[in-house]
Nanobody, 117 residues
Framework: QVQLVESGGGLAQPGGSRRLSCAASGFTFSNYAMSWARQAPGKGFEWVSGIGSDGSDPYYADSVKGRFTISRDNAKNTLYLQMNRLKPEDTALYYC??????????RGRGTQVTVSS
């Protein structure tokens, strides 16, 4: 049974940073591309970032390019999203998803990130 558990969300000030983690279990993590997505209140679902199974081919939405960095540790079955220079518009529920960006794979329950002064 696939399980994805996000953590690391919370309150950040504009310009601040947060690091999200996603602990994966129930599948061979190192065989799959992984993604981060988010959904803000009243807004659509947005694929934020993705990464290949071996850590290659990172993808970033234009809205986060240059500020967010995706990475993974296959030995720890963990996916990360380092978020720098946060903006209020980054406020959203962030999800970890099995598969590349746009692939409707299973995802976790999400971790809330709120950017506010």
């Amino acid at each position: 049974q696939v399980q994805l558990v996000e953590s690391g969300g919370g309150l950040a000030q504009p310009g601040g940073s947060r690091r999200l983690s996603c602990a994966a279990s129930g599948f061979t993590f190192s065989n799959y591309a992984m993604s981060w997505a988010r959904q803000a209140p009243g807004k659509g679902f947005e694929w934020v970032s993705g990464i290949g199974s071996d850590g290659s081919d990172p993808y970033y939405a234009d809205s986060v390019k240059g500020r967010f960095t995706i990475s993974r540790d296959n030995a720890k079955n963990t996916l990360y999203l380092q978020m720098n220079r946060l903006k209020p518009e980054d406020t959203a529920l962030y999800y970890c998803s099995k598969g590349g960006p746009g692939f409707p794979g299973p995802r976790g329950r999400g971790t809330q990130v709120t950017v506010s002064s």
